[in-house]
T-cell receptor, first 110, second 114 residues
Framework: RKEVEQDPGPFNVPEGATVAFNCTYS??????FFWYRQDCRKEPKLLMS???SGNEDGRFTAQLNRASQYISLLIRDSKLSDSATYLC???????????FGTGTRLQVTL | EPEVTQTPSHQVTQMGQEVILRCVPI?????FYWYRQILGQKVEFLVS????????KSEIFDDQFSVERPDGSNFTLKIRSTKLEDSAMYFC????????????FGPGTRLTVT
């Protein structure tokens, strides 16, 4: 089983749509969870940390289900500029390495 | 806003040559990392560094690789004898000691081994 599993997509959605990405992780000892965004041939950029209670940042909402080892990201009112690959990332401890999923590609169209 | 910087942005080298990739982490961060991403694949961890020593390394990080913090600002990755399969984007990341312990990435060095 992959450490972090994501649907690679691509997800093609029109501007203004709501889109959701899911991710599962295998290490039950994981402590921290993140969504990063990566544009083509660029570095991963932190989008948001994911808290146990769920959290929202503008149009983005992240949820964590520790029992199911499942993380989600919801993007509302998609913009063209949201087109990117979204990386689900987990971390076992405070200073531990990040473990990345393969990413889910989003393409927002007019 | 503070950021991680990396040089060079692109390095072309011949198989068997040594390369040094350089990173300047965010100034008050104490944890440093190297990751790589082969084209079309996921980001993979190479090594973490704290308090002037390696804290964790992956199986990719064999004897051909080394890391160093030669002064108070730079953090380097050396590949002693490059192989074709070392061609990848190499990302440096740094992490602070507060909050959510988030890691921030530099823009990467594209290494091409011919």
């Amino acid at each position: 089983r992959k450490e972090v599993e994501q649907d690679p997509g691509p997800f093609n959605v029109p501007e203004g749509a709501t889109v959701a990405f899911n991710c599962t992780y295998s290490n039950s000892a994981s402590q921290s969870f993140f969504w990063y965004r990566q544009d083509c041939r660029k570095e991963p950029k932190l989008l948001m940390s994911v808290y146990s209670s769920g959290n929202e940042d503008g149009r983005f909402t992240a949820q964590l289900n520790r029992a199911s080892q499942y993380i989600s990201l919801l993007i509302r009112d998609s913009k063209l500029s949201d087109s990117a690959t979204y990386l689900c990332v987990v971390k076992a401890g405070t200073a531990s390495k990040l473990t990345f999923g393969t990413g889910t590609r989003l393409q927002v169209t007019l | 806003e503070p950021e991680v910087t990396q040089t060079p942005s692109h390095q072309v080298t011949q198989m068997g040559q040594e390369v040094i990739l350089r990173c300047v982490p965010i100034s008050n961060h104490l944890y440093f990392y190297w990751y790589r991403q082969i084209l079309g694949q996921k980001v993979e961890f190479l090594v973490s560094f704290y308090n002037n020593e390696i804290s964790e390394k992956s199986e990719i990080f064999d004897d051909q690789f080394s890391v160093e913090r030669p002064d108070g600002s730079n953090f380097t990755l050396k590949i002693r004898s490059t192989k074709l399969e070392d061609s990848a984007m190499y990302f440096c990341a740094s992490q602070g000691t507060q909050g959510r312990y988030e890691q921030y990435f530099g823009p990467g060095t594209r290494l091409t081994v011919t």
